[in-house]
């Protein structure tokens, strides 16, 4: 597609169940990010991947999440037994390139809305 | 750790007024970025500062980012409806290439 496409657009789960988010990059893109926006919020750093290196896990906020990126393309954020806390919106961007590069550009998906009730 | 503050958290600004927004960083960067997000949509990059001293201008906005390339600014003229929206910063330090550190945005309303 011509953007970063995310799914589900919305998800209302019940606290103590798993979620799973989808991101699909732009084509080509070697550069995939997570970030987590709650309502009015900033923007807080989950999880890097760059091509086929070790993904940068430092901001992910306790081990009930994950996230892989299968064949340096699409990704997959997992809740586990989410916590009302939990909600938010889980926004994924990619770049051509690492964001330092010069030039580089970062474009970000619509976001999935998650609720958890 | 790092971390990347900006101000002000909120701007009221009357239609053709100018303002600014300033991030600070605790941290030396490498370059900072700005990005805008309108209300229910996701951010959208606006440009990327690399040098000490830099300073770049699209169209009504001037980013400008600092001698020491801890701090930067936007600042906008002549503030027009379409400005409304989240502006963020996002700096990334020599260290750590991939983790973007976002600011925690200055939310701007526009009275025509």
């Known amino acids: 597609g011509a953007g970063v496409s995310q799914s589900p657009s919305n998800k209302v789960t019940e606290k103590g169940k798993d979620v799973e988010l989808r991101c699909d990059p732009i084509s080509g893109h070697t550069a995939l990010y997570w970030y987590r926006q709650s309502l009015g919020q900033g923007l807080e750093f989950l999880i890097y991947f760059q091509g086929n290196s070790a993904p940068d896990k430092s901001g992910l906020p306790s081990d009930r999440f994950s996230a892989e990126r299968t064949g340096g393309s699409v990704s997959t954020l997992t809740i586990q037994r989410t916590q009302q806390e939990d909600s938010a919106v889980y926004l994924c961007?990619?770049?051509?390139?690492?964001?330092?590069?010069?030039?580089?550009?970062?474009?970000f998906g619509e976001g999935s809305w998650l609720t958890v009730v | 750790g790092q971390q990347v503050m900006q101000i002000p958290q909120y701007q009221h600004v009357q239609e053709g007024e100018d303002f600014t927004t300033y991030c600070n960083s605790s941290t030396t960067l490498s370059n900072i970025q700005w990005y805008k997000q309108r209300p229910g949509g996701h951010p959208v990059f606006l440009i990327q500062?690399?040098?000490?001293?830099e300073v770049k201008k699209q169209k009504r906005l001037t980013f400008q980012f600092g001698e020491a390339k801890k701090n930067s600014s936007l600042h906008i003229t002549a503030t027009q409806t379409t400005d409304v929206g989240t502006y963020f910063c996002a700096g990334i330090t020599t260290d750590s290439w991939g983790k973007l550190q976002f600011g925690a945005g200055t939310q701007v309303v526009v009275t025509p």
């Open positions: 500062l690399v040098k000490s001293g």
């Open positions: 961007a990619s770049s051509p390139q690492p964001p330092g590069h010069l030039g580089n550009t970062i474009y």
